[in-house]
């Protein structure tokens, strides 16, 4: 990490309890159910069906791409202007049909013919993040999705509503790129609490400090927001 960043990090721990903020969040919309998912390769391929898309179109797509092939082979050999119609519910769907297949390649390809993450589990999280991030389109978020989802390890993703509200509750600065959010929220926040965290700033984002229309008469935006609205 830069030394801009990390100093803005130290800032922030001296500035913030992240921990008062997670207990708040809890209370306002109650603490977060564990959901881990059994099948890596499949957070993997959804999450990239996620990118820049809503839950909706996501959850639409997810059904359409595993019900068309049997298994991941035939998903990785499907005609390519195949598979990008069948998940024509998401947008980019070319470019994620790339991505879905180049993913599976790799993973066949580490694994000397199956399809399974489960060699991540006994690398240390930033080299399981280094092996996923190496595959062409898939990035932090997704990457780090993928390994606190399904791993358990102590990564922290940051999507368009994290950023928002990181931003307005002063975690980050405006100026604040995506990869460094991911660096200096990954820094700030506390292992045994990233998961929940992610969950509850990702609901609290969707049900009270939306893009557009926020609603700040809650105790969480009281406390902690500094966008226009409150």
Same mark, same amino acid.
């Given at each position: 990490? !830069?030394?801009?960043y990390?100093?803005t990090?130290?800032?922030l721990?001296?500035?913030?309890?992240?921990r008062?903020?997670?207990?708040?969040?809890?209370?306002?919309?109650?603490?977060?159910n564990?959901?881990?998912?059994?099948?890596?390769?499949?957070?993997?391929?959804?999450?990239?069906?996620?990118?820049?898309?809503?839950?909706?179109?996501?959850?639409?797509?997810?059904? $359409?791409?595993?019900?068309?092939?049997p298994?991941?082979?035939?998903m990785?050999?499907?005609d390519?202007?195949?598979?990008?119609?069948?998940?024509s $519910?998401?947008?980019?769907?070319?470019?994620?049909?790339?991505?879905?297949?180049?993913?599976?390649?790799?993973?066949? $390809?580490?694994?000397?013919g199956?399809?399974?993450?489960a060699?991540?589990d006994?690398?240390?999280?930033?080299?399981?993040?280094?092996?996923?991030?190496?595959?062409?389109?898939?990035?932090?978020?997704?990457?780090?999705?993928?390994?606190n989802?399904?791993?358990e390890?102590?990564?922290f993703?940051?999507?368009t509503?994290?950023?928002?509200?990181?931003?307005?509750?002063?975690?980050? $600065?405006?100026s604040?790129?995506a990869d460094?959010a991911?660096?200096?929220?990954?820094?700030l926040?506390?292992?045994?609490?990233?998961?929940?965290?992610?969950?509850?700033?990702?609901?609290?984002?969707?049900n009270?400090?939306?893009?557009?229309?926020?609603? !700040?008469?809650?105790?969480?935006c009281?406390r902690?927001?500094e !966008?226009a609205?409150?």
């Amino acid at each position: 990490m !830069c030394d801009r960043y990390a100093i803005t990090a130290v800032a922030l721990i001296q500035g913030m309890d992240i921990r008062q903020l997670h207990r708040d969040l809890i209370e306002l919309h109650g603490r977060p159910n564990k959901t881990y998912s059994e099948d890596g390769v499949r957070q993997l391929l959804t999450t990239i069906l996620s990118q820049n898309v809503t839950d909706v179109q996501t959850s639409r797509a997810s059904k $359409e791409l595993f019900a068309a092939y049997p298994d991941y082979r035939a998903m990785e050999t499907a005609d390519h202007d195949e598979l990008a119609e069948v998940i024509s $519910e998401v947008g980019l769907m070319n470019q994620k049909a790339t991505r879905i297949q180049r993913s599976l390649a790799a993973i066949r $390809e580490e694994t000397g013919g199956e399809y399974t993450l489960a060699f991540l589990d006994a690398m240390d999280t930033e080299a399981a993040q280094t092996w996923l991030t190496d595959i062409k389109g898939v990035g932090s978020k997704t990457a780090n999705v993928v390994l606190n989802f399904h791993f358990e390890k102590p990564t922290f993703a940051v999507d368009t509503h994290i950023e928002r509200l990181a931003t307005r509750f002063g975690l980050i $600065e405006e100026s604040t790129t995506a990869d460094q959010a991911h660096e200096v929220l990954n820094q700030l926040i506390p292992d045994d609490i990233k998961y929940s965290l992610h969950v509850l700033l990702i609901t609290h984002g969707k049900n009270y400090c939306s893009a557009q229309n926020p609603r !700040c008469d809650n105790p969480v935006c009281e406390r902690y927001c500094e !966008c226009a609205s409150c």
